[in-house]
């Protein structure tokens, strides 16, 4: 494992906390972007399979013509693995933590960060649905707390989600955007809410299409058909859910109706049914389609 602090940039560095599925695509492309990265994670395994994912997704792109390979040699070049934290956090501009949903841990592990980061270094989280309000809480300089919610697959998927808590500085919201706009990524700011605004209004859409397969308004694949081609949704919600997993937006829709306190994320009958009977989508073969045995697409829809 290379000791971050041998390195001799000038570059600013940041640091990326937990190397799993959405760690390993930020420090990707924070490397991309010229930044001097540490990527930390507690387990040298995931530090090993972070970064072979890397190496696979570069190799990929350059396959597809996307990533050059002077490119990739500069991104692999900046980038360093260690399961220290001590050694990631040091003297980084922005520290990102993509560590398990938990907000113990998170506050945890962006404290311990805190110290040894530089002066006023930016503390982002990564969190899907935690308060980043919350989060600072008790943590050295909540004005330096903020939400940076990325998509997976990280180096593919353009969005991020700039959180602002309550006590979020407007200067740790403008150097947050300038980070995500340097990876590339098309920012939008938000409030402190439940769902934000992607999962809000993406698993809203996706319930009240369950309930219109429930009252037999249309067929999954008419409801989709009618997003896809009548407002260019890429893909129809229904399918969207099926492969997001149909156990994962149960969970997202019980928890947002708990926060939100609104009917529209009640979970409808069918969703809870299918979930019970092990209907999740394509994880599972079936869903609101059957799925193939590459689980790339639908072969007939199933309702
Ligand atoms: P993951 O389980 O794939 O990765 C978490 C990593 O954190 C693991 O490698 C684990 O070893 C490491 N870890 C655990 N405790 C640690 C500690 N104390 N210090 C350092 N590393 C530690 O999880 P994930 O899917 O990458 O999710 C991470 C965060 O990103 C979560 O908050 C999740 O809600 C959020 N998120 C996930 C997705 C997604 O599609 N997976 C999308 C957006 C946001």
Not at 149 to 175: C, K, Q, W, Y
Not at 205 to 214: D, H, K, P, Q, T
Not at 215 to 227: L, Q, R
Not at 236 to 257: C, E, M, N, S, T
Request: glycine content about 10%.
């Amino acid at each position: 494992m290379s000791d971050p602090r041998s390195s001799t940039t000038d570059a600013p560095r940041l640091a990326v906390l937990g190397a799993g599925t959405m760690g390993h695509g930020i420090a990707q492309v924070a490397a991309m972007a010229g930044y001097e990265t540490r990527l930390f994670d507690l387990l040298p395994d995931a530090l090993d399979a972070a970064r072979t994912r890397i190496e696979s997704n570069l190799d990929n792109g350059i396959a597809r013509g996307k990533v050059t390979p002077e490119a990739r040699e500069q991104a692999l070049g900046v980038l360093t693995f260690t399961s220290r934290l001590i050694e990631a956090a040091d003297g980084v501009e922005i520290a990102i933590e993509a560590v398990p949903e938990k907000l113990d841990l998170k506050r945890q592990v962006l404290g311990a960060c805190a110290e040894a980061a530089a002066e006023g270094a930016v503390l982002a989280t990564n969190t899907s649905s935690l308060s980043i309000s919350r989060i600072a809480e008790g943590l050295p300089g909540p004005e330096r707390v903020v939400g940076m919610h990325f998509f997976n697959p990280v180096h593919i998927m353009a969005l991020v989600e700039i959180v602002r808590g309550a006590e979020t500085s407007d200067e740790t919201v403008a150097r947050t955007r300038g980070v995500a706009e340097r990876m590339g990524k098309t920012p939008i700011v938000i409030a402190d809410s439940p769902g934000f605004a992607s999962s809000r209004l993406g698993v809203a859409l996706g319930l009240e299409a369950i309930r219109m397969v429930e009252a037999g308004v249309a067929s999954p694949e008419d409801i989709d058909t009618a997003m896809t081609l009548g407002y260019r949704h890429p893909m129809g919600p229904l399918k969207l859910g099926d492969l997001v997993g149909l156990d994962v937006r149960l969970d997202i829709a019980r928890y947002l109706h708990g926060a939100l306190r609104s009917p529209v994320f009640e979970p409808p009958a069918l969703l809870e049914r299918m979930v019970a009977e092990g209907r999740l989508g394509r994880k599972s073969g079936e869903g609101f389609y059957r799925w193939g045995e590459a689980g790339q697409l639908p072969t007939n829809p199933s309702e």
